[in-house]
């Protein structure tokens, strides 16, 4: 999907769809593609995979919008769904003052996880709107835009020298600085962010195959369907759920926290020798040696409710939710064979606490009978 910015909005184009997300007061808004038409000049900053969502680390400070710059492919599930991973984010500040400096022109392609193409840098620019822009002239964009940028910076040291800066200001630049700076090497460096455009990767296929017996489950959008419990960026889309705009399904994709992995294995077996007399009387063996292939899939789901560090979450709150609950199902399928196995764990399911940080701290029970 291509990312447009005008003087108002970021602009996401995604075949018949587009979501427009305003740079004046952060507010997200589903269209049709068709309607970009009438948005004076946009400049396309390149290609982008989806969105995880809008979020605000104060409420004196901007909003910011997360994208997905970077994924890679895992494999496919039972039905041919493709899941991905997020290796890298991009962070828009959603006002009109801040020139985002995104580096999405060159991207990496998406490639198959274990694939001997990974990592291999290659040149991800949109298609429609950069073909026939000469090199010279995407630098003569950039040259201008950072140089807007300088300008807008030294306006803004020459008012905080005018106007001297309140503490509270600057605390609250530092907790943003830090947030951001967690969240980028969250999606970078940890490897546990996974998601599918068309496969249901929050329920287990049990679930699943008890949803279906409905014939109207397929009408219903991906995002209905999923296990809340693990949709771990539904806070962050809650704008466009709370919209009610059909148009708006279509950006809504659930993200999981934890682990996916898909492999193709093989099983070589020599069967027994079998022996059978020929017409012409003569003994042949006719064993042969089969390879079977199968595919084993391993998925990984935390919960969103009640996760934190060790020590700081134990027990169970008021619903009865577990702290760092995770839901870990082990699916073989073999031709047309599917089994799935369920494992799940969390903490202790009673209320109960562990405070400090000395070596085994007591455990403390915080209710009576």
């Known amino acids: 999907m291509e990312l447009l910015m005008s003087n108002d909005y970021f602009i996401l184009v995604d075949g018949l769809h587009s979501l427009w997300c305003s740079r004046?007061?952060?507010k997200l808004t589903a269209k049709k593609a068709s309607q970009v038409s009438s948005?004076?000049?946009?400049?396309?900053?390149?290609v982008v995979y989806g969105v995880i969502g809008k979020f605000q680390v104060h409420s004196d400070v901007d909003k910011k919008l997360l994208l997905i710059r970077q994924r890679a492919l895992v494999g496919c599930l039972p039905g041919g769904h493709e899941v991905y991973k997020i290796q890298k984010i991009a962070i828009l500040p959603l006002n009109q003052h801040d020139v985002p400096e995104l580096d999405i022109e060159k991207d990496e392609e998406t490639t198959e996880l274990g694939s001997d193409k990974k990592n291999t840098p290659?040149?991800?620019l949109c298609k429609r709107h950069h073909i026939g822009i000469r090199k010279t002239e995407r630098s003569a964009v950039e040259c201008q835009q950072r140089a807007l940028q300088k300008t807008w910076n030294s306006i803004r040291t020459a008012t905080a020298q005018v106007k001297p800066r309140r503490k509270d200001n600057k605390d609250r630049e530092k907790l943003e600085r830090r947030v951001l700076d967690e969240l980028v090497k969250m999606f970078t460096d940890t490897d546990s962010f996974y998601y599918s455009l068309s496969g249901d990767i929050t329920n287990t296929l049990q679930r699943q195959q008890a949803h279906s017996n409905s014939s109207s489950v397929e009408a219903i959008p991906l995002w209905k369907r999923v296990d809340?419990?693990?949709f771990w960026n539904r806070h962050m889309l809650m704008e466009l759920i709370e919209s009610w705009n059909p148009q708006a399904d279509h950006w809504i994709v659930p993200i999981i926290q934890g682990f996916v992995q898909i492999e193709q294995c093989?099983?070589?077996s020599a069967e027994t020798p079998e022996y059978i007399t020929s017409p012409d009387c003569e003994i042949k063996d006719y064993s042969t040696k089969q390879v079977k292939e199968y595919t084993m899939t391993v998925i990984s789901r935390r919960s969103?409710?009640?996760a934190g560090t060790r020590y700081k979450?134990?027990?169970v709150d008021e619903d009865g939710k577990c702290a760092n609950y995770v839901e870990t199902e082990q699916i073989f399928q073999y031709l047309s064979h599917i089994v799935s196995f369920v494992q799940v764990r969390g903490?202790?399911?009673v209320f109960w606490s562990q405070p400090g940080y000395k070596y085994r701290p007591p455990p403390q029970l915080d209710r009576g009978k």
Do not use: T
Request: glycine content about 10%; overall charge positive.
């Open 24 to 26: 004046i007061d952060g």
């Open 39 to 46: 948005v004076h000049s946009p400049v396309c900053l390149g």
């Open 122 to 124: 290659r040149n991800k």
């Open 228 to 230: 809340e419990r693990f």
């Open 266 to 268: 093989w099983i070589d």
């Open 304 to 306: 969103r409710y009640r």
């Open 313 to 315: 979450r134990r027990g």
């Open 347 to 349: 903490s202790v399911p």
